[in-house]
């Protein structure tokens, strides 16, 4: 089993910083990818930033040059250091990884139950 834990979800004012973390734990051989997806009231659960084993980095146009993506390899934990956030960054912020499990080639996806970043004006 593998479970995905996220933290540091919460209210926010304009201009402000949040850190999101998310540990994977469990029968893990390696995690090829993890990233941070969001899904707003409404709208369809888009990707935020993702980030590979090797540490390369893709992100949403929306979200460039305002969030970092980076990793603890050692930690199976990733990270989203959002800063500027806006009102339209207000969504549900899910984990994700895409990882192996010892003794088995197949690549298996798992989410994390989600936290929420809430704009307070």
Known sequence: QVQLVESGGGLVQAGGSLRLSCAASGNIFSINTMGWYRQAPGKQRELVAAITIGGSTNYADSVKG????????????????????????????????????????????????????????
């Open 66 to 121: 305002r969030f970092t993506i980076s990793t603890n390899i050692a930690k199976n934990t990733v990270y989203l250091q959002m800063n500027s956030l806006k009102p339209e960054d207000t969504a549900v912020y899910y984990c994700h990884a895409r990882l192996l499990k010892p003794w088995d080639s197949y690549e298996y996806d798992y989410w994390g139950q989600g936290t929420q970043v809430t704009f307070s004006s």
